[in-house]
């Protein structure tokens, strides 16, 4: 073929693909249900691949993680035994408190959140992608997970579930600048909104404080399960780490750390409330 | 050596592109430096442009790509506009420059996968994305190395996936 006909050519099947790429994405935000239902698809299909994947692999990671993290790993276990034998003293206290507030909330027709029921799932698989903030978990519709249903685990809120598929599903983290939860400060109880900053990065809360209102360090929020709320009050989110003015000068925004590494992650639990999403 | 006829090509491109999702969603994870994993399915687009010049490689990028988003939460479509423009633009050069020596397709998958990466980066945020918390430069270098290492077996698995390994193409590309 002579060369330029055959650049012609090229230059053709380039503008196709442009074009096609650019419908599907013009697609993907109309909300397509085409897009959804390919994703579930997907999902469906990659799922026990991503298993098989995993089970081979996981040897070779263990091994490498092991060499490479034992110096880490002991010191870290060194300070888990001494953050345990505080946590037991802390327990029997708290079992108590907690008694006494269920109890209360029971008598008022509050939800409360050791009363909503749990699936336990393991993380398969973390972000797929240098830019995704998502984790697959080998739970799905089959476990009764729906979209919009929070994720949790020991240390507070994980996240909420994206897409499901019968066996598996996606969980959006909290960290996905995309991700926004309303959060209460302890014990103060002003309420604000936290948004998600990056894999690595703190969250940021807006907050209706004003810029010479001072937040200590320390301070710990949890969500505020205010109206239509996708997530129910009380589960830990972040720990404030610093102040900043807000844009305009006017507010203060808490630079805050939180509770969950979501790097870090091998079980979670979905709370299984109806209607989240 | 007989041609591979289209049916034979659509197979083998589609089970290329199956074992390398399956490796970038099932493995990709736990292969990291820095915090950043490797892109396969990015290098098999630029494989795709190396092994069958600009246009197949661009479909194949466009196929990767295509693939890559049905399992992301990213906009659909901006990984297959990416890594088509990738496998079109490698394809181009090597159309026009690149000769036999063994490193070149090395550096090329190098070089192409940084790039991909910071297109990735332009693309999203002309389309909405939030790149915050990542660094672009960091991600594009990492990516890059890491692609590198992996660029000659899976170059070759594009030769074999579009029926080029016999090519006087891909005598001249890799060898």
Known sequence: MAPSRRAGRSRLTLALLIFTSLAVLTLDFRDAGVVEGARRIAATVFSPLRGVARTVSDPFSNGWHGIADYGDLEAENDRLRERLDELEGERVLEADATQQLADLLGQLNIEWLLDIPREQARVISGPVSNFAHTIEIDKGSSAGIEEGMPVVNGAGLVGRVVLVTPNSSTVQLITDPDFAVGVRLVPDGVTGTARGNGRGENLIVDTPLGAEDVVEEGVELTTSGEDRSNYPASIPVATVRRTEQGSGGLTLDLIAEPKVDPDRLIFVQILLRKGAG | ?175
């Not at chain 2, 430069?137 to 996936?161: D, F």
């Open chain 2, 1 to 175: 050596m007989t041609p591979v006829g289209p049916l034979v090509l659509a197979t083998r491109v589609s089970f290329l592109l199956v074992v390398g999702l399956t490796i970038q969603v099932g493995i990709g994870p736990e292969v990291h430096v820095l915090g950043v994993q490797g892109d396969l399915m990015l290098l098999i687009a630029i494989g795709g442009g190396l092994a069958a010049g600009p246009d197949r490689g661009a479909a194949v990028g466009f196929a990767s790509g295509l693939g890559y988003d049905l399992l992301l939460q990213t906009p659909f479509g901006l990984s297959a506009l990416t890594y088509a423009l990738v496998a079109f633009l490698v394809g181009s050069l090597q159309d026009s420059v690149l000769r036999a020596a063994w490193w070149i397709p090395v550096a090329t998958a190098a070089a192409g996968s940084a790039v991909g990466v910071i297109l990735y980066g332009v693309l999203g945020t002309v389309v909405g994305m939030d790149f915050v918390g990542v660094s672009l430069p960091k991600v594009a270098l990492v990516v890059g190395t890491l692609n590198a290492i992996a660029a000659a077996p899976t170059i070759r698995a594009v030769r074999w996936a579009t029926g080029t390994q016999d090519s006087v193409r891909a005598r001249s590309v890799y060898r």
